[in-house]
Nanobody, 127 residues
Framework: QVQLVESGGGLVQAGGSLRLSCAAS????????MGWFRQAPGKEPEFGAA????????WYADSLKGRFTISRDNAKNTVYLQMNNLKPEDTAVYYC????????????????????WGRGTQVTVSS
């Protein structure tokens, strides 16, 4: 089982940037697809972004395209979410997730696709 710990959240003004990190331990994530989800107050969790085991394929929610970038460094066992041009509606708890795929390309966009989750990091965007 891989353990995930998110960091990098905080309070930022609209238009600002943050970079979230997800540090994995227990196993190498080099055979895992990784994802970021978020949950805003009073709302259901929603898919944000995901990346294949190699980093060669990425998927984004429409609301994040062009502003957020997911990336990974398998040597550091870490996944990142670069968030630019933040908006108040981006305020949420952001969760990192992992899904073992082996060296296969498997599209992952649903919560049920992922088996390991972090505890989340709060992102608050002020207007």
């Amino acid at each position: 089982q891989v353990q995930l710990v998110e960091s990098g959240g905080g309070l930022v003004q609209a238009g600002g940037s943050l970079r979230l990190s997800c540090a994995a331990s227990g196993r190498s994530i080099s055979s895992y697809a990784m994802g970021w989800f978020r949950q805003a107050p009073g709302k259901e969790p929603e898919f944000g972004a995901a990346i294949s085991w190699s980093g060669g394929d990425t998927w984004y929610a429409d609301s994040l395209k062009g502003r957020f970038t997911i990336s990974r460094d398998n040597a550091k066992n870490t996944v990142y979410l670069q968030m630019n041009n933040l908006k108040p509606e981006d305020t949420a708890v952001y969760y990192c997730a992992a899904r073992w795929t082996g060296k296969q390309l498997i599209v992952v966009r649903q919560r049920a696709d992922f088996g390991s989750w972090g505890r989340g990091t709060q992102v608050t965007v002020s207007s």
